[in-house]
């Protein structure tokens, strides 16, 4: 079982930037880590994922290059940096975590742990 804890949410000005961070305990070498949210009243939204054992990523085409995500080996740690930030960017932020076996990485029922989440607001 891999326990994921996410930090470094918080409020920011439209235009600003900020990183997440999910600190995973367990074994990840072999996972897929990912990068959802939701805001209220929508439905959990995928934002990034990425294979850890060799960083190949994947991105929701609506984000993709605003956000980014990477790993750091060391730390057992992902991040999503997340620039240009804008109102509607405003949600709580989920850390998951899937077996080698996800390949649609936007199914958010393909991840097996899941963290509690973070909130992220963007004001004008």
């Known amino acids: 079982q891999v326990e994921l804890a996410e930090s470094g949410g918080g409020l920011v000005q439209a235009g600003g930037s900020l990183r997440l961070s999910c600190a995973a305990s367990?074994?990840?070498?072999?996972?897929?880590m990912g990068w959802f949210r939701q805001a209220p009243g929508k439905e959990r939204e995928f934002i990034a994922a990425?294979?850890?054992?060799?960083?190949?990523?994947g991105f929701a085409d609506s984000l993709k290059g605003r956000f980014t995500i990477s790993r750091d080996n060391a730390k057992n740690t992902v991040y999503l940096q997340m620039n240009s930030l804008k109102p509607e960017d405003t949600a709580v932020y989920y850390c998951?975590?899937?077996?080698?076996?996800?390949?649609?990485?936007?199914?958010?029922?393909?991840?097996?742990?899941w963290g509690q989440g973070t909130q992220v607001t963007v004001s004008l």
């Open positions: 998951a975590s899937g077996p080698s076996s996800v390949i649609s990485y936007y199914r958010a029922n393909e991840y097996d742990s």
């Open positions: 367990g074994p990840i070498f072999s996972r897929v």
């Open positions: 990425i294979r850890w054992s060799n960083g190949i990523t």
